[in-house]
Each structure stands twice: as C-alpha cells, then as structure tokens.
C-alpha cells in the first residue's frame, strides 16, 4: 500500500500551507476585530471585508475552488483543480486548521455540496444561473433539508410539501440548520421536500432549487450552537409558505431526493471530517505550546504524566482519523461512494468524537483560557460537536455498520 501524496497535492499542499501562513494565520485577530465592530454597530450579518479582501489573492495563487471533483467538474464545464477525494483531503485538513478559512478558497459548506449537486443534477438552465455565480464567488446559497418538527435523523419524516400546481411547484413548510440562509450573499436554496406522499417510502422526496428572494420564504431567526451564530453564514430557522417556483427546478425529476442526497453527502462527509482533522491537529499544538510554556508544582504542565498521556493519545486519534478518512476517499474515488458508505459511516462517526476529545484536552491543558475567545478552542469544539449531527447522526451511522456488519455473518437458507 502507498500512503504518499501525489505530486500534484504535495505541490498544492506546499502552496497552501504558504497561503495560509503569509495570509489566513495573520488575519484571524483582524476577522475577529471586525466581526466585534459590526456586532457593536448592530450590523452582525454583514460580509467581513478581511475575508473578502483574500478571495483574489487565493484565486489569482491558483487555489479557487479545489474541492471540484474530476466528474463534477466535466458535468459543470468549468475545469478547477480537478482533483480526486484523495487528493482534496489533505487540502481540506489543511484550511479546516481555520474555521473560516475554506470560504477565502470557494471551499465552504453549504456551498460545496450545492455546487455539486447543482453541477451532476441540475439543467442546462439551471447551471447557467446558479451554478457558474457560485463557481465564481459572486452569491452564497443555502441548504435546506432538516426540519424541527420531526426527527429528521430519518430522513423519510420530512414533511415539507413540494406540490406540483400547473407549471410551478408550490412549497409549504418550515426548516431548521439551514446553512447559509442569515448570510445578505445568499441567492438560492436547494430544498429538500415531499411531492408524492403515497409513493413508496424512498421516492416521496425531491430536491429543488428556489430562489432566496422568491416571496414567501420567511427567516424566522439564527441559531445558536453553544452562544455562537457562525456569523455572518450562519444557520437558520425558516419557513416557506406558498412558496411559488417553475416545474424547471426540480432536481432530476420528482422522487430522486434521496438519491440526490447520498450523491451529495458523500463527497461533503470527506471534507467535513478532514477539516476536523485540521482542527484536532492544530489543537494538539496549541496543547503542546501551552503545556511547556506554563509551570505547575514545580514542573512544567508538559511534564504532568496526566498530559503527557492525552499528548500521546491525541496524536494516535489524529492519525488513525486521517488514515480511516483517506480510505474512504479513496475507495469513493477508485469504487464508488454506494461502495465505499461503510467506510463514509465510519468516519463520520470517528473524526467528529477524536476532534471533539482532542479539543477539550487542549482546552483543559490551557485552565480558563480555554473555554475563552482568547484562543480557537472553545469555537472549534463547539463546530465539532455540532458536526456529530450534521449530515448524519452518530447513532444512525453506528446503526448502519452495524447492520452492514451482521449481515456479513448472516445465515443464508
């Protein structure tokens, strides 16, 4: 087996380490800083122009859009990086070392994953309008699939209607976690809806792509993940009521939701789960640098037998994370993702709880500290541990390995 990158990632990553170093790094106090103006001055859901000011400077350095999978690519006609998953995931592990670094390269959720969608599901038509301005950074977009009065960890409890009224869909329902849907930048939806509720259990889905500013659609309000609102991206409350759009938008046709989901998801788990990757190891360093900096009972905290064995355990976690989630990427790229969801369940259910503990060793090593704003942590662990939900629950994942696991064992007549 060879764990070596390839040339052309060990080129980018050597790129983009010096991108992040000479750029990202230094402009995280700035980010910060202007995030707190806008706060003061009520304006908190306004685009920080430091991150805006380094999109040319990423694009004009050839690191635009890296996360554009060969096929995506060549569906869409606009030639990225055009990268395999493994090839893209050290990439990611790299920018997910800041929170909001992945937007400065056109690399961020929601967006990814809407682009792809958009780019292997959509018309002609609809790349045209929504697919290149999202390709060129010109708009954001939301997603909008989990709902709060289900349990949507089955998927097949969503009860957003998508009706079908002459030539428009007509969408009535109310959605949570929509990612993006606070940010002014925000164009287009993709929603996730019910248009045949007597078909059979798989096929009462659909996708389809509405407009932000089609009337009707409602944002109700942010929400918070342990006091934080991620903005000025966000995650939403929202409600469609009477929300009118032409037959045109409906994403490969009527009962193709779930397969459009598992299309998306896949690719979006991979990059997900390196961006923790980038966290918990920038984490483990941050740990490392305070634990030999500060003195306790005569010694310095490194020395505590107590750190050193988090110190140790952390890198064994990081480690086996990152190689469980190459696999994965490689086998989606070499095999297919129908082939490769055990390994994509896997992942998803190790990266998030490895960043999670990694974390809150880190932050424990730094005393109070660590649960302030005065480091990364206390913001990294909260990404962490709400990404043990997104796209998946643990519990439904571990459901499914094990259920893919048994049935390696069972008794065939």
């Given amino acids: 087996m060879d764990f070596d990158y390839s040339p052309k990632t060990k080129e980018l990553q050597a790129r983009l380490r010096q991108f992040m170093d000479d750029h990202i790094h230094p402009a995280e106090k700035a980010c910060a800083e202007e995030l707190a103006a806008h706060t003061a001055a009520g304006n908190r859901w306004q685009p920080l122009q430091t991150i805006e000011n380094l999109k040319p400077k990423a694009r004009a350095a050839g690191l635009w859009n890296l996360f554009l999978p060969v096929d995506t690519a060549e569906a869409s006609g606009y030639h990225g990086a055009g990268l395999t998953n493994a090839e893209y995931a050290p990439l990611a592990e790299i920018m997910g070392r800041v929170l909001w670094a992945s937007e400065v390269f056109n ?39 989990t709902e709060p009065d289900v349990a949507s960890s089955d ?18 329902g109310r959605k949570w976690w929509t990612s993006g849907a606070n940010d002014p930048r925000c164009k287009v939806f993709i929603t996730m809806g019910k248009t045949d509720p007597d078909a059979p259990r798989h096929s009462q889905q659909s996708m389809i792509v509405v407009p932000a500013d089609t009337p009707g659609i409602t944002i109700v309000r942010p929400l918070n993940v342990f006091g934080y609102d991620d903005a000025p991206h966000g995650h939403a409350e929202v409600v469609f009521d009477d929300v009118k759009v032409p037959v045109d938008n409906i994403l490969l046709g009527e009962g193709r939701g779930f397969e459009i989901a598992q299309g998306r998801l896949g690719p979006g788990r991979i990059h997900h789960c390196m961006r923790l990757i980038g966290q918990a190891e920038r984490a483990l360093e941050l740990m490392c640098q305070r634990t030999l900096s500060r003195t306790a009972f005569g ?40 082939v490769a969801k055990t390994e994509i369940a896997m992942i998803k259910v190790v990266a998030p709880g490895m960043a999670c503990q990694v974390i809150d060793w880190a932050m424990q090593a730094h005393g109070g500290g660590g649960v302030s704003d005065d480091f990364p ?34 008794t065939r007549p």
């Fill in 299 to 338: 010694k310095t905290i490194a020395q505590q037998g107590v750190t050193q064995e988090r110190i140790a355990e952390a890198r064994c976690r990081i480690d086996m994370a990152r190689l469980l989630t190459l696999k994965a990427a490689w086998m989606m790229d070499t095999a297919g993702n129908k």
């Fill in 155 to 172: 998927a097949t409890n969503i009860c957003t209607r998508i009706e079908r009224q002459g030539r428009h869909y007509v969408i009535n």
């Fill in 377 to 410: 942590l206390a913001y990294a662990y909260a990404n962490a541990r709400t990404l043990r939900f997104a796209d998946g629950p643990d519990e439904v994942h571990r459901s499914a390995i094990a259920k893919w696991e048994l049935g390696k064992h069972a």
């Fill in 107 to 145: 690399c961020s959720a929601p967006d990814t994953g809407n682009m792809e969608t958009i780019a292997r599901y959509g018309s002609e038509a609809i790349k045209a309008e929504w697919l290149t301005p999202l390709l060129e950074g010109r708009i954001r977009s939301a997603f909008a699939m």
